[in-house]
């Protein structure tokens, strides 16, 4: 699926960015366009009672690792935060 955005894209996988690693990052060849941060979590039942706790964890660590910093660095204002949950074939997803 990301392949197809290579001609407006860079598309990067698990690179640091502020105080940790974020899952994927589109970062657009256009610095007017939107950037996207993606974040997929795993629910763990002996950390988290629901799959919405898991949606929180996860928009958690974007924000206090963040992630966005590099692209704000590099003069990219519109940013999307998206973050997947799973749970068994249970899925979550949340935008911000």
Same mark, same amino acid.
């Given at each position: 699926?990301?392949?197809?955005?290579?001609?407006?894209?860079?598309?990067?996988?698990?690179?640091?960015?502020?105080?940790?690693?974020?899952?994927?990052?589109? =970062?657009?060849?256009?610095? /007017? @366009?939107?950037?996207? &941060?993606? *974040?997929? %979590?795993?629910?763990?039942?002996? $950390? +988290?009672?629901?799959? =919405?706790?898991?949606?929180? /964890? @996860?928009?958690?660590? &974007?924000? *206090?690792? %963040?992630?966005?910093?590099?692209? $704000? +660095?590099?003069?990219?204002?519109?940013?999307?935060?998206?973050?997947?949950?799973?749970?068994?074939?249970?899925?979550?997803?949340?935008?911000?």
């Amino acid at each position: 699926m990301l392949v197809g955005l290579k001609d407006t894209y860079y598309v990067n996988f698990n690179r640091e960015s502020g105080m940790g690693r974020y899952d994927i990052m589109l =970062e657009p060849k256009d610095k /007017n @366009a939107n950037s996207f &941060i993606m *974040e997929f %979590k795993v629910h763990k039942e002996e $950390k +988290e009672k629901t799959i =919405e706790e898991t949606i929180a /964890n @996860a928009k958690k660590q &974007i924000e *206090e690792r %963040k992630y966005e910093e590099n692209l $704000k +660095e590099r003069g990219y204002s519109n940013i999307t935060k998206m973050v997947f949950a799973f749970k068994g074939k249970e899925v979550k997803m949340e935008v911000y």
